[in-house]
């Protein structure tokens, strides 16, 4: 068993660090939340009143954290050469690949081993301890690193050298925002020919325009009890979230001058969605922005 330094309680890291609780890891978290912190005590957690507090003894440091410049602030030259020679550290926030490289060179060149773990499936997955990982890092740490992340998920994938998870899981949400759409565009349009929208679920699940949204998170509200969708769009996988994501992958076409038309599109949807007062609500929602008056 390992000693861990959770950096990042929210609604994903939260669930994440007592799944490692839960498989006997000893846990010491740290989070600006004060509510975050009762309920990993109450898990059976410990806290430190700051990031290098949690981390000075440990093993291991795990952080899941907003965006690009929060990681690139924890990651200082002040943080790592606080911690012992030889550290894991594992980010499993979303954030641009450019950011996951500097801070993975400059983890390296202190005597810690570094990988980028960003993560899929919501936190559902984070609470269910069912998420996927998408590691880049040497083959030596990702091994290293593989049995933690086990703790917490059940897909674990290497992708390649560092920051090669994040273009990954870029790629992946990029396309889910991209079927998003286009199933819920699909679905209001036969609900406005009268239409029934769990038969019509039905018939595109098993026809060629099957995909994810349909099979588990349905956008449309009472076709599926468990999705977002049929509690007012409420937890799940926030807009705003998604149009960080968005424009992550929007950056990284450019970096490369690879052409990305739907997903910029997708980005622009969402972006507006966003403006609208709806950022908080779930990605699915996207379909009651597609079905406004014309």
């Not at 981390?55 to 690009?68: C, F, N, Q, R, T």
């Not at 925002?177 to 209001?188: D, R």
């Not at 926030?238 to 038309?261: F, N």
Request: net charge negative; hydrophobic share 40%; with cysteine.
């Amino acid at each position: 068993m390992s000693n861990i330094a959770f950096i990042g309680l929210g609604n994903m890291g939260g669930p994440m660090a007592v799944n490692l609780i839960k498989k006997g890891h000893d846990v010491v978290g740290f989070d600006l939340s004060e509510e975050a912190l009762k309920i990993l005590v109450s898990e059976g957690g410990q806290v430190a009143e700051s990031a290098v507090a949690a981390a000075k003894d440990a093993d291991v440091v795990i952080s899941m954290l907003p965006s690009g410049k929060h990681v690139a602030d924890l990651y200082s030259e002040e943080f790592i050469n606080s911690l012992k020679p030889n550290t894991l550290l594992i980010d499993s926030s979303t954030i641009d690949a450019v950011t996951a490289r500097t801070v993975a060179e400059l983890a390296v060149s202190r005597g810690c081993r570094m990988i980028d773990a960003p993560v899929s499936g919501g936190t559902a997955g984070a609470k269910a301890g069912t998420l996927t990982f998408i590691v880049g890092g040497k083959q030596d740490d990702y091994e290293k690193a593989r049995p933690i992340l086990k703790c917490m998920g059940q897909n674990i994938f290497h992708a390649g050298e560092s920051g090669a998870g994040q273009v990954a899981k870029i790629c992946n949400n990029m396309l889910l925002a991209i079927h998003m759409i286009g199933t819920s565009e699909a679905i209001n349009l036969g609900v406005k020919h009268g239409l029934n929208p769990q038969i019509l679920s039905e018939i595109m699940q098993k026809s060629s325009g099957k995909n994810w949204s349909l099979d588990v998170y349905n956008p449309y509200p009472g076709v599926m009890e468990n999705a977002p969708a049929s509690r007012n769009y409420s937890g799940g996988f926030a807009v705003d979230l998604m149009t960080k994501d968005l424009g992550l992958a929007a950056e990284a076409g450019l970096e490369t001058k690879t052409s990305t038309p739907l997903g910029n599109t997708a980005l622009n949807l969402y972006r507006m969605w966003s403006e609208s007062g709806n950022g908080k609500t779930d990605f699915s929602s996207i379909i009651q922005f597609l079905n406004r008056d014309l």
